[in-house]
């Protein structure tokens, strides 16, 4: 694996759906952020964070968002995960209170796509990510499969 990019992700205030069929459900909207590494970026306002907490206190990620590159490409951004962690640390991160992230653990999978000719390589890619949340940010370190 080798160090691909840096997403630093900006959020808004969760939104809560409540008990859902398979846990607490909420909602992180993504308003923006930046790209950095191998790929640069600005994060745009749209997408989300759709999450399912269960009942162990597993939280499984489901974002999908984009970003644009400097010369105009849109990028997709679909990250697929887990984060979890003792309780007292999660109730911590839950407070937005600064948590150290190897008190946690938080890994996901990655794809990154785009239709741009510059960029389809992306297309062929596969990442794996380490992140870290705090009360307004999460930041995901992608790193290629090779």
Known sequence: MEPFCTLEVELAPIMDLGLGRFGE???IPIVGGRVTGRVSGTIMNLGADWQSVAHDGVA???ARYAFETPDGALVEV???GYRHGPADVMR???SGAPT???S???RSTA????????YRWLNRMVFVGTGARDANSVQI????VG
Do not use: C, T, W
Request: proline letters at 10%.
């Open 60 to 62: 499984e990620l489901d």
């Open 78 to 80: 679909v990250n697929k």
């Open 92 to 94: 911590q991160l839950a």
């Open 111 to 118: 794809r990154l796509e785009s239709g741009h000719p510059d």
């Open 25 to 27: 459900r909420r909602i």
């Open 100 to 102: 150290p992230p190897e």
């Open 141 to 144: 370190d992608l790193y290629s």
């Open 104 to 106: 946690y653990f938080m």
